[in-house]
């Protein structure tokens, strides 16, 4: 007999009231429903590390969204369901609970998504990715605290060890790749030796995946708290290749990404940021087929063209003679992302003040006069107010006009 290990204590220590009272609540009315119901996943794993997990995911043996609807009721909460694939989402004013049918996943063929049936928890754990994260929690009241672990997930987080359940694991479903090297490095774990040997095995099957889902996969690897770690085992796997061969994940990297966390205090660094960084050593033509791959969003490729289009300027931007309005003008149509990581990743102090200039200050600067103003002067909208408006704002940067009168002084000067 196994031994049958409770974890409800660790529940009420670790997650906020009002969730306590809601998994309570839940599992009771599952139970008169004659539904099974189990917390499942990340906060099982994160339960038992003692690291706090709000992100709720619950598994119905029955019909979730009945589930859903009955508790929304009771606890007033919004719901969203989604009935073609049997899951709800339920959401009050700080806590989100999903929640989902249990089911079986079938792989036709590798990276395909999977053929889904209802079925029984197990079924359900035996489709995840990680023997840690395959582990469920008993909320039914005769069970309730009950840890469920058929694959020794708690065996694996003693020995901190990342580990699939079944040798086609990875074949099945190649995201887990990346999914893999997450939480080695989030989690200080090792990958366990055969699940390393089944990963570079299945390293071509990342193939199989479109460029959305991997795109996916490299968001979360960029939410991470050190992504460039992950993006180093990577590297060391020889999954980073498989995204451009010519990507690095090494000490630059690590020392950039840490200086990209220092400036965006007290957020994280964007990702449009990190992505930058990652690509900078890059030449345009070897990024290029990296962001049609990943098929980048419009304004996340253009801040990976112009980080690299800055990168050419560099040479004009380290001259110690130039003003401060040729400065504005080298680098005002970038975006702000890729003139700050070139702030970052540029080699000569020069260059770097006069980018830390254009960001702290320059930018901000704009003359006084504007178009109405001009045109109460009587000067006419047009291509010479535009020059105008031009020549004030370079002299507004350079420092040769400093009030809204000075100004006006200017402007009747060259019309005059
Ligand atoms: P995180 O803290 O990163 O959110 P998580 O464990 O909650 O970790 P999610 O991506 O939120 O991870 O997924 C929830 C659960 O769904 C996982 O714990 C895992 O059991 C399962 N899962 C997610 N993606 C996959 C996948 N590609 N293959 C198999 N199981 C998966
Ligand atoms: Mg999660």
Same mark, same amino acid.
């Given at each position: 007999?196994?031994?049958?290990?409770?974890?409800?204590?660790?529940?009420?220590?670790?997650?906020?009231?009002?969730?306590?009272?809601?998994?309570?609540?839940?599992?009771?009315?599952?139970?008169?429903?004659?539904?099974?119901?189990?917390?499942?996943?990340?906060?099982?794993?994160?339960?038992?590390?003692?690291?706090?997990?709000?992100?709720?995911?619950?598994?119905?043996?029955?019909?979730?969204?009945?589930?859903?609807?009955?508790?929304?009721?009771?606890?007033?909460?919004?719901?969203?369901?989604?009935?073609?694939?049997?899951?709800?989402?339920?959401?009050?004013?700080?806590?989100?609970?999903?929640?989902?049918?249990?089911?079986?996943?079938?792989?036709?063929?590798?990276?395909?998504?999977?053929?889904?049936?209802?079925?029984?928890?197990?079924?359900?754990?035996?489709?995840?990715?990680?023997?840690?994260?395959?582990?469920?929690?008993?909320?039914?009241?005769?069970?309730?605290?009950?840890?469920?672990?058929?694959?020794?997930?708690?065996?694996?987080?003693?020995?901190?060890?990342?580990?699939?359940?079944?040798?086609?694991?990875?074949?099945?479903?190649?995201?887990?790749?990346?999914?893999?090297?997450?939480?080695?490095?989030?989690?200080?774990?090792?990958?366990?030796?055969?699940?390393?040997?089944?990963?570079?095995?299945?390293?071509?099957?990342?193939?199989?995946?479109?460029?959305?889902?991997?795109?996916?996969?490299?968001?979360?690897?960029?939410?991470?708290?050190? #992504?460039?770690?992950?993006? /180093?085992?990577?590297?060391? !796997?020889?999954? @980073?290749?498989?995204?451009? &061969?010519? =990507?690095? $994940? +090494?000490?630059?990297?690590?020392?950039?990404?840490?200086?990209?966390?220092?400036?965006?205090?007290?957020?994280?660094?964007?990702?449009?940021?990190?992505?930058?960084?990652?690509?900078?050593?890059?030449?345009?033509?070897?990024?290029?087929?990296?962001?049609?791959?990943?098929?980048?969003?419009?304004?996340?490729?253009?801040?990976?063209?112009?980080?690299?289009?800055?990168?050419?300027?560099?040479?004009?931007?380290?001259?110690?003679?130039?003003?401060?309005?040729?400065?504005?003008?080298?680098?005002?149509?970038?975006?702000?992302?890729?003139?700050?990581?070139?702030?970052?990743?540029?080699?000569? #102090?020069?260059?770097?003040? /006069?980018?830390?200039?254009? !960001?702290?200050? @320059?930018?901000?600067?704009? &003359?006084? =006069?504007? $178009? +109405?103003?001009?045109?109460?002067?009587?000067?006419?909208?047009?291509?010479?107010?535009?020059?105008?408006?031009?020549?004030?704002?370079?002299?507004?940067?350079?420092?040769?006009?400093?009030?809204?009168?000075?100004?006006?002084?200017?402007?009747?000067?060259?019309?005059?």
């Amino acid at each position: 007999m196994p031994k049958i290990t409770n974890l409800s204590s660790k529940i009420e220590k670790q997650l906020p009231v009002e969730l306590v009272a809601f998994i309570q609540r839940a599992g009771k009315t599952a139970a008169s429903q004659g539904q099974g119901l189990y917390l499942v996943g990340g906060v099982v794993r994160d339960l038992l590390l003692g690291q706090t997990n709000l992100d709720l995911d619950l598994v119905v043996e029955g019909n979730a969204i009945e589930l859903a609807q009955h508790l929304a009721k009771i606890n007033r909460g919004k719901i969203t369901t989604h009935p073609r694939f049997n899951t709800a989402k339920l959401q009050w004013n700080k806590w989100s609970v999903d929640l989902a049918t249990a089911r079986s996943e079938t792989y036709a063929k590798p990276g395909a998504l999977p053929t889904v049936k209802p079925g029984s928890i197990n079924n359900d754990l035996f489709r995840r990715d990680f023997t840690i994260n395959a582990m469920a929690i008993e909320l039914n009241p005769s069970r309730y605290g009950e840890l469920i672990d058929l694959y020794g997930g708690r065996d694996d987080l003693e020995h901190k060890l990342i580990c699939v359940l079944h040798e086609k694991s990875f074949t099945d479903d190649a995201t887990r790749i990346w999914r893999g090297l997450r939480y080695e490095q989030r989690l200080d774990f090792q990958l366990e030796p055969t699940t390393i040997k089944l990963l570079k095995r299945d390293i071509p099957m990342l193939d199989t995946i479109s460029g959305d889902r991997i795109r996916h996969e490299i968001e979360l690897v960029l939410k991470e708290e050190f #992504p460039e770690k992950v993006l /180093h085992r990577a590297e060391e !796997l020889g999954v @980073l290749p498989k995204l451009s &061969p010519v =990507l690095k $994940g +090494n000490g630059w990297l690590a020392e950039k990404f840490e200086q990209a966390r220092q400036i965006s205090l007290p957020n994280p660094p964007p990702v449009g940021l990190y992505l930058a960084l990652l690509v900078y050593p890059l030449t345009n033509k070897e990024t290029e087929p990296l962001i049609s791959f990943l098929r980048l969003p419009k304004s996340l490729a253009q801040t990976l063209r112009d980080a690299i289009s800055i990168k050419a300027k560099l040479p004009s931007l380290a001259d110690p003679e130039l003003s401060r309005s040729s400065i504005y003008r080298l680098l005002h149509s970038y975006s702000l992302q890729a003139v700050t990581a070139n702030s970052l990743a540029c080699e000569s #102090p020069m260059a770097r003040r /006069h980018i830390q200039l254009f !960001l702290n200050k @320059l930018r901000y600067v704009k &003359p006084a =006069l504007t $178009g +109405n103003d001009l045109k109460r002067m009587g000067i006419a909208p047009g291509p010479r107010m535009k020059e105008i408006l031009q020549r004030l704002h370079e002299a507004r940067l350079d420092g040769k006009v400093k009030s809204k009168k000075g100004e006006v002084k200017l402007v009747e000067e060259w019309v005059n």
